[in-house]
């Protein structure tokens, strides 16, 4: 009993009822004819798909610099290294290895100057930030139509310059990690076993770094600023390698992301990934100034699960498409409970 009401209190209890509403559905989908194993298998690769940009969330989550909601500064790091990719006409391995480098060079520049913004504003940096986000996307919407990309994939064949809405990525480097050592159960479940690979390596590294020096720095400066100051610990310093490193993971997040959805979205498609990110990492369990690996394992797949399995289950109930309907009412209910909890928790 000890042991039960202790996991409860850890886990919290609106993340428990938040499980048993998703193992319902998954118990119940049966019934209106809708496939288990099709259903993990969506669950899985939207895992895959959004756990590096959640993960990007933790180390400026740790410093103290609070929720990334400027994440599409690293989303759009990661989209030039994905289209300047394209520009060399790379494919394969090859292709997303240029998206990696260049995206991370892009975001280390981003992230710095960001950081630096950052600094400035101490007590304000969500608001700050979310400006930011929105300000940055609305600047290389017009760095889009006049930056000088000339490859066919990418621009707009009507002129001849300017990037399309939405680019293919089928004749490069499309599905490069989920089919890498991709485990096929059956015709409708198909695990993407690299794409899963590939996070745990990232996580691992997150993980290592916050056990060096600097990133143990930047636990303490985000957990007592004061204590950190006297430890002769340079507390603008710390923030901006942490929101470098968040800007930086967020731009690979981002190309993780394309090489699974199968396109790379122009324009206002980085606006759709900061809110459910940040929702995602506070479901799991995380607070404003302490995250986990933990936090956002189970925080992506609660979220990720009830937003796969409520719509699919619902519309096959009611045998009416309302399927966007209730994919919108359940993934901004979840951000609204999200961003409500208290510091701790919340429940």
């Known amino acids: 009993m000890v042991a039960i009401n ?24 049966p019934i209106f004819g809708v496939r288990v194993d099709q259903s993990i298998n969506d669950v899985i690769v939207r895992f895959g798909m959004n756990s590096i940009m959640v993960l990007s969330m933790v180390p400026m989550i740790q410093s103290g610099c609070g929720l990334n909601f400027g994440l599409p500064v690293g989303l759009i790091a990661g989209m030039l290294g994905a289209v300047i990719s394209l520009e060399f006409g790379a494919v394969g391995f090859a292709g997303i290895a240029i998206a990696f ?7 280390a520049i981003f992230g710095f100057v960001y950081g630096m913004l950052l600094n400035r504003v101490k007590g304000d940096e969500m608001i700050i930030a979310t ?22 994939a990418s621009v707009q064949g009507f002129k001849g310059e300017g990037l399309r809405t939405t680019i293919s990525l089928d004749k490069f480097w499309i599905h490069q990690l989920n089919d890498f050592w991709k485990i096929k159960v059956n015709d409708y479940w198909t695990i993407p076993t690299g794409m899963l690979l590939f996070f745990a390596f990232m996580a691992v590294l997150v993980w290592l770094f916050f056990k060096t020096k600097t990133g143990t720095a930047i636990t303490a ?49 980085p606006l759709a990934f900061a809110f459910p990110s940040v929702a995602a990492v506070l479901l799991g369990g995380a607070s404003v100034n302490k995250a986990t690996i933990l936090n956002v394992v189970i925080g992506i797949f609660l979220f990720q699960g009830i937003l796969t399995m409520t719509p699919s289950v619902i519309n096959s109930a009611i045998n009416i498409d309302v399927s966007e309907i209730i994919r919108i009412i359940v993934s901004n209910g979840m951000i609204v409970y999200a961003l409500t909890r208290g510091k701790k928790g919340g429940e």
Do not use: C, H
Not at 10 to 22: K, M, N, T, V, W
Not at 138 to 151: A, D, E, G, Y
Not at 242 to 260: D, F, H, K, P, R
């Open 6 to 29: 202790r996991f409860i209190k850890d886990f919290g209890i609106a993340r428990i009822i938040i499980a048993i509403f998703l193992l319902s559905l998954f118990i119940v989908a």
């Open 101 to 107: 480098a260049v995206g991370i060079f892009f975001a």
């Open 131 to 152: 400006y930011v986000g929105f300000s940055f996307v609305f600047l290389m919407n017009i760095m889009w139509l006049v930056l000088p990309f000339k490859s066919p």
């Open 221 to 269: 400066v985000g957990s007592n600023p004061d204590y950190a100051r006297a430890a002769g610990i340079s507390i603008n310093k710390m923030r901006i390698i942490s929101v470098m490193l968040s800007t930086m993971l967020a731009a690979v997040g981002m190309i993780v992301y394309e090489q699974s959805y199968g396109f790379i979205g122009m324009y206002n498609s």
